[in-house]
C-alpha cells in the first residue's frame, strides 16, 4: 500500500468509511485495477502522479478486482482498468482503459478544481488532515492538525478542519471550542457552517438508541414521530443525507409540532452539512412545498 496520504487502499472492511462517508468530504477516484492487468499497470502511475500534485483535492481509492470482487459487482465493473469518480455519494463520471496523463488530467479538471497555491505547498496540514479523515485515519489528523493549530492559532481553516475531526472522533466539546474561537469572516465560510451543522445534529441524537432498533420501530408504528426523527438524526451523521431529509420531510408534513418543529431544523442543519451540492435546491423545493 502506498504511504501517500492521498492513496488509500479499499475493502469491505473500509468501503462505507472511504467511499460513502469520504465522498461527502471530498471527489474519490476509484481505481479499479488487477495484478494481471498490463494497462491497469500504465495507468496506476499516472494516478499516483496526479493525486499528490492535487495534494488531497481529491482521493485516490484503488480496489483490487481480484480481491474485491463483491466491490467491483456492486458497482458494474465489466473491464479493466476503470476508473470511477464519486463526489457526495454519487458516480458523477467515469473511464475505462489506460488513458494517456494528458487525458486524465483533463478528465479531472471538468470535476476537480487544483487548490490555489496547492502546488507550492505540499504541506499544507488541513489538505492532509483531509485526507488523513477520509481514510478514517481521523486520530491522525487530529494529531497533525493539533500541532498546527498550536504553532498557528489565528489560522481558522486549521480550527475548522479541526472542529470537523474532532466531531468525526466523538469529541464535541473541543469542535465547539474551535467554532467559538473563529472570527467573523471565518465563522461565514461553507466549511464553519458544516461544522454547526454537525454540532446541532450531535446535539439531537440519541446515542442509547441504534439505527437499526429505531428503523424497526418507524416501520412497526409509522406514527413513532420521536423514532422517525433520531432515526433521520442517525442517518444524517452517516452521511446518508437523502434518505434522512425525505424521512424528516414526512415527519415534518405529519407532526410539525414534534421537537418545536424539530424536523424542520434538522434539515435545515443537514442543508448547511451538504454545502454547495446541487441536490440542495431539489430538496430546498420539496420542503417549501411540504410547508406550502
Keep these: 500500500m502506498s504511504d501517500s496520504p492521498y492513496i488509500v487502499e479499499v475493502n ?8 460513502v462517508q469520504g465522498s461527502m468530504e471530498r471527489p474519490i477516484l476509484i481505481d479499479f485495477w488487477a495484478d494481471w492487468c498490463e494497462p491497469c499497470k500504465t495507468l496506476i502511475p499516472i494516478l499516483e502522479k496526479l493525486v499528490e500534485e492535487y495534494q488531497g483535492a481529491f482521493l485516490l481509492a484503488k480496489v483490487d478486482t481480484e480481491a474485491e470482487q463483491m466491490i467491483a459487482q ?40 487544483m487548490p490555489e497555491g496547492q ?7 488541513v489538505a492532509i488532515a483531509q485526507a488523513l479523515q477520509a481514510q478514517g ?28 475531526a474532532c466531531v468525526a472522533a466523538g ?28 454540532l446541532t445534529l ?5 446515542e442509547a438508541r441504534d439505527e437499526a432498533s429505531l428503523s424497526a420501530a418507524v416501520e412497526a408504528d409509522k406514527t413513532d414521530s420521536e423514532a ?22 414526512n415527519l415534518m408534513q405529519r407532526d410539525r409540532a414534534y421537537g418545536d418543529d424539530g424536523a424542520r431544523k434538522a434539515i435545515l442543519s443537514i442543508f448547511d452539512i451538504m454545502g454547495d451540492d446541487p441536490k440542495v435546491g431539489v430538496l430546498r423545493r420539496k420542503m417549501f412545498n411540504y410547508l406550502h
Design 202 to 206: 450531535s446535539d439531537a441524537d440519541d
Design 137 to 164: 485515519q481521523t486520530d491522525q489528523a487530529l494529531a497533525i492538525l493539533r500541532e498546527a493549530q498550536a504553532a498557528d492559532p489565528e489560522n481558522g481553516d486549521i480550527a475548522i478542519q479541526l472542529g470537523l
Design 228 to 249: 422517525a426523527y433520531l432515526l433521520g438524526i442517525k442517518q444524517a451523521l452517516r452521511g446518508d443525507f437523502e434518505t434522512s431529509i425525505n424521512g424528516l420531510l
Design 74 to 113: 456492486q458497482l458494474g465493473i465489466r473491464s479493466l482498468p476503470t476508473v470511477k469518480l464519486l463526489i457526495q455519494g454519487q458516480i458523477v463520471d467515469e473511464f475505462t482503459g489506460a488513458l494517456p496523463e494528458g487525458e486524465v488530467r483533463a478528465f479531472l479538471e471538468k470535476h476537480i478544481q
Design 12 to 19: 469491505s472492511a473500509n468501503f462505507e468509511s472511504v467511499l
Design 119 to 125: 502546488a507550492e505547498n505540499p504541506d499544507d496540514p
Design 171 to 198: 469529541n464535541y466539546d473541543d469542535a465547539r471550542q474551535c467554532v467559538g474561537i473563529l472570527k467573523e469572516d471565518d465563522a461565514k465560510k461553507p466549511e464553519a457552517a458544516r461544522l454547526r451543522g454537525m
